[in-house]
């Protein structure tokens, strides 16, 4: 093994190294982030439920026949409530990550999603302010591994976080809106067991 061949390996190895620790605090950030939500939506249905159950005290007195239909929306309403509620805390609580924690998020998203081929990614207009000299340098040697080329667009995307992937006629739609869109039903599912 030659000199050049060496040196290459031991960056590779970091580079690995360095993407996995990536991964891992991601994924510890995204626990956390999970954690805290489930905490408020704990509290925050102890709020809701308590003024569900007046709610429902009121309506027993009024009504008899109709009080468990209106009932069971009531709380279905709240249920919601408090998921719709989750949901939009954890979307908060990733978009405003530490600077260096939030692109190593991006960097992390973009191994994941990104495909083979050439492409642009674009940010949205506070991102591109804020970008890390070397966010797209090293990216772009990550994704080279994947045969994938990208270019950082100039032109900001109306997202609130996250990016947009564009080959050609294709996109990949990386904001963490769409992300938390594409698995709603999964996480309310997930909310939902743990806080009823």
Do not use: W
Not at 65 to 75: L, P, V
Not at 182 to 192: C, H, M, Q, T
Request: net charge negative; aromatic share 6%.
């Amino acid at each position: 093994m030659t000199g050049l061949e060496k040196i290459i390996r031991k960056i590779e190895e970091k580079t690995a190294k360095a993407c996995d620790l990536t991964i891992n605090k991601a994924q510890a950030d995204a626990d956390k982030i999970l954690a805290q939500a489930e905490e408020s939506a704990r509290e925050y249905e102890e709020d809701v439920l308590r003024t569900t159950e007046e709610k429902l005290a009121a309506i027993k007195i009024k009504e008899q026949s109709g009080s468990k239909q209106r009932a069971g929306q009531i709380i279905l309403a709240a249920r919601n409530s408090v998921l719709t509620a989750c949901l939009e805390e954890a979307l908060q609580a990733m978009l405003s990550l530490p600077q260096d924690d939030y692109f190593n998020s991006l960097h992390a998203l973009a191994l994941k999603y990104a495909d083979e081929g050439s492409c642009f990614m674009h940010l949205n207009a506070a991102d591109l302010k804020r970008l890390p000299d070397s966010f797209a340098g090293t990216l772009k040697a990550d994704l080279k591994k994947k045969n994938c080329l990208l270019d950082m667009s100039n032109t900001a995307v109306d997202i609130k976080g996250g990016f947009i992937l564009v080959y050609g006629d294709i996109e990949i739609n990386c904001s963490f809106e769409a992300l938390l869109a594409g698995r709603e039903a999964e996480l309310k599912d997930l909310i939902y067991k743990h806080i009823f």
